[in-house]
């Protein structure tokens, strides 16, 4: 039987901007990336997020950003590879101490936007921010965006990484996704064929309609996606049907 994560990507509303709908999509996932401030979310909004996550039984791991609230973190920024460990260290202790006041640990991290197409690009920059990871809590679980990063991982003595696939949006052939400005409805429908395809034979379909290997132990969906809801739901609805069992993070590393 196989298993697999689902993970979103959560806590991203601050102040009186609201962003996603992670009240309704939390029941339906195993791991929360939360937001850690510099891109989104606020220490409110991590709070209730962490509050939500531990009610359902649900992962707790940090989604660190770039400090860029007004560009919610996708624009490009100049920062050498200890800068971008420190806005990730920094970030991961914010959510360590709202995970221990509720009675949760942080299990993993997921950079954001431009900060992870930075790591993507820059082994220097992945590595700083790996070996940062460590030096807080060696038992964090590194969860890689593509393969570029997830091949850096694996080199890291001591680290723990696990490759996600994606079910929301669409793949070129070489495995890279294609990322819309505004998300849209997806068919919910195609989309659980998408996530049966990765998790019980690791390959989907490509915009270009060749098959494509994405070997992953976690599917990402969007929460900020208008139908996330629906989408979930038509996933669940396949579970029994395939044999495929939903696990945690750290069951699946």
Known sequence: MPSIDINCDMGESFGNWEMGNDDAVMPYITSANVAGGFHGGDPHVMRETVELAAEHGVGVGVHPGLPDKMGFGRRKMDATPEEV???????????????QRHGTTVQHVKPHGAMYSMLSESPEHARAVMEGMLEVDDDLIYLATDMNIYEVAQEIDGLQAVYEGYVDLDYRADRSLIVEKQLEDRDPELVADRFVSIATEGVVEAATGEEISI?????????????????????HDRLDDYDIRLASLSEVA
Request: proline letters at 6%.
């Open 85 to 99: 460990r420190d806005y990730v260290v920094y970030q991961l202790g914010a959510l360590r101490a709202f995970a």
């Open 215 to 235: 070997p992953a132990d976690s599917i990402c969906i969007h929460g900020d996606n208008p139908n996330a809801v629906e989408i979930l739901e038509a996933i």
